[in-house]
């Protein structure tokens, strides 16, 4: 009987070891909600004849920004 206990016990870990880690969960720092956002550099009514070229790269960078944060902030599933 104690056979089969440990070797029940044993099997357990094996399968649930990728559950258990040896390190901490890496903790997240949050933006406190009460500072306000940047205004978008690009808006429609900025946008005429003359600048677009200029705005559609400024939406560029800006969309540049949004992906590197996103990908700063995600992290890996090891």
């Known amino acids: 009987m104690r056979a089969a206990a440990s070797m029940l016990f044993l099997a357990g870990l ?10 901490p969960p890496i903790a ?4 406190p909600k009460d500072t306000p956002k ?8 900025r946008v005429n004849d ?10 560029w960078d800006e969309m540049d920004r949004e992906q590197q944060q996103f990908l700063l902030v995600k992290t890996p599933k090891e």
């Open 50 to 59: 003359e600048n677009y070229r200029a705005m559609a790269q400024a939406l």
């Open 28 to 31: 997240m720092t949050s933006v």
């Open 38 to 45: 940047a205004p978008p550099p690009v808006t429609p009514e």
């Open 14 to 23: 094996v399968l649930c070891g990728g559950c258990f880690t040896t390190t």
